[in-house]
């Protein structure tokens, strides 16, 4: 029988306190996978909302009216906020923000494969909205109940903004809906496009995503990708029969059985493409943000010269 060691009691005392319910703080011990998990997927979140704000980037200069530009330049601000509140958490458990950065220039670290498809048309804006962010908020709202405090709190604070998000992106989608034949079929199109890059945005089945078990042991997840895929499933038919466009699925069918709208087979080949670097997009984000960290360089130099003088001030004031 193996003798407990100090981290075994530590181990059963920390899962104790996950078993309760109860928040895990940045002081309190943790065992280096729960860090090292809660690290690899809080940074990669923070940078899913920074490369986020690319493909809708591209179009505030082309927003068809004044108050669509407004209501896009501040959606993309708010996915800057969300970068900023998500890389603060990750910087709790320990790891320096600009390391985390590295990581994703250098191509080491991920970020959601849904900002590699391009946006080619004024209807992806509205599309964005209502299934990207759709997708996001049930996949956030689960989290903002995740055992690690500094996560599930920034979680609660981003879903109210995602909820305004899709909210603004469904009502794009509405008025073109009931516009011109060409507006409708613009929206088609749209959906057509991002439909199944909305549904891996959950990320692998179930009994291929290695991360699960463990996440779900400790209560970062509460669920698993299928459970959150077929919620937004179920969310979202209603919602494209109301704006009586088609999803592009043949095998769609709703389940008396069950409840739920049974979908067709998910292309898991485009989606390790995707991850793997080979989606539509991904040289060109990547490219975009490594431009905008060098001309950013100033920016970053500035603000530390300025933190080091207003230190030495207070400094010389404590001598
Ligand atoms: N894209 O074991 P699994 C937003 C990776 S931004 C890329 O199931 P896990 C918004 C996964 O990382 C929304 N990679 O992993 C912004 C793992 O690779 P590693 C971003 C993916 O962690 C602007 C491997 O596949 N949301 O809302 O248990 C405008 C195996 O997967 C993806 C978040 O980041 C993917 N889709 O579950 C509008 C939410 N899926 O790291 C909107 C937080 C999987 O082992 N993250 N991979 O090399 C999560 O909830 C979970 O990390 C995931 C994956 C569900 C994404």
């Not at 100090?6 to 703080?25: P, Q, Y």
């Not at 909302?49 to 980037?57: I, R, S, Y």
Request: charged content about 25%; hydrophobic content about 40%; aromatic content about 8%.
């Amino acid at each position: 029988m193996p003798v407990p060691t100090e981290d075994s009691a530590l181990l059963a005392a920390f899962e104790a306190r996950i078993a309760a319910g109860e928040s895990i703080e940045p002081k309190d011990w943790m065992p280096d996978r729960y860090r090292k998990q809660l690290t690899r997927m809080m940074s990669q979140h923070a940078h899913s909302e920074v490369v986020g704000m690319l493909p809708e980037g591209n179009w505030i200069t082309r927003a068809p009216s004044l108050r669509r530009k407004l209501s896009l330049i501040a959606k993309v601000q708010d996915e800057a906020g969300h970068g900023l509140y998500i890389y603060c958490g990750t910087e709790t458990l320990g790891v320096d923000r600009h390391e985390l950065v590295e990581q994703l220039l250098d191509g080491r670290a991920k970020y959601s494969s849904i900002f590699n498809y391009p946006t080619l048309a004024w209807a992806d804006m509205g599309v964005i909205g209502w299934l990207v962010d759709g997708a996001a908020i049930v996949n956030q709202t689960v989290l903002a109940k995740a055992s690690y405090g500094p996560y599930a709190r920034a979680m609660v604070r981003i879903c109210k903004e995602e909820n305004f998000h899709k909210r603004q992106g469904y009502e794009i989608c509405t008025v073109l809906a009931n516009g011109t034949p060409a507006q409708k079929a613009m929206l088609q199109e749209s959906v057509n496009r991002f439909w199944w890059p909305a549904l891996m945005m959950f990320g692998p089945s179930d009994t291929n995503s290695p991360n699960s078990a463990e996440l779900l042991k400790w209560r970062v997840k509460r669920k698993t990708n299928d459970e959150l895929r077929q919620r937004f499933v179920n969310l979202t038919v209603p919602q494209a029969i109301a704006l009586g466009i088609t999803l592009p699925d043949p095998d769609l069918r709703f389940n008396e059985t069950t409840g739920d709208w049974d979908i067709g087979e998910i292309d898991w080949s485009e989606f390790h493409a995707v991850l793997k670097g080979n989606g539509p997009c991904n040289h060109e984000r990547m490219a975009a943000r490594r431009k905008a960290h060098d001309d950013g360089a100033w920016v970053r130099a500035a603000a530390t010269a300025h933190a080091q003088k207003q230190q030495a001030r207070k400094d010389t004031a404590a001598a």
